[in-house]
């Protein structure tokens, strides 16, 4: 049976400005900013808080204060005034987005934020556990 006599023609594919395999920011997708109380939610830091230090657009990864911590080399520029040594460091390493929880800061729980626009025309970022203003 041919698919044209049974059945209407589907509607016309959606026009997109987005073409297939384009970067998508994950921060603005979540309304993520530096600042906020995060959760990891996976990995060996699994559970802990943190406030976001700094967030990588481009690679979709954000530094949490405190977590997913890794040893680093250090080597200053030696000059005979400050005549500093190379140490080992310890740094946050970044983590992908995916793998965190921004917190309700009533709750305390994980959440999603939603942006809302108030009486005075101020577009607001707002928790969906609780409702109230980030």
Not at 10 to 18: E, G, S
Not at 32 to 58: S, T
């Amino acid at each position: 049976s041919n698919r044209n006599s049974i059945m209407p023609p589907l509607p016309p594919k959606k026009a997109t400005n987005q073409q297939v395999g384009t970067h998508v920011d994950f921060a603005k997708f979540f309304n993520i900013k530096e600042g906020d109380l995060v959760r990891v939610l996976y990995g060996k830091d699994a559970g802990k808080q943190g406030v976001i230090r700094r967030i990588d657009h481009k690679k979709n990864q954000v530094i949490v204060d405190g977590c997913n911590m890794t040893k680093s080399f250090w080597s200053p520029r030696w000059t005979p005034k400050t005549r500093d040594v190379p140490s080992i460091t310890t740094v946050e390493a970044p983590i992908h987005i995916h793998n965190i929880a921004p917190l309700d800061p009533v709750v305390k729980k994980p959440t999603r934020i939603k942006r809302r626009v108030n009486m005075f025309g101020e577009s607001v970022r707002v928790s969906k556990v609780s409702g109230c203003a980030m």
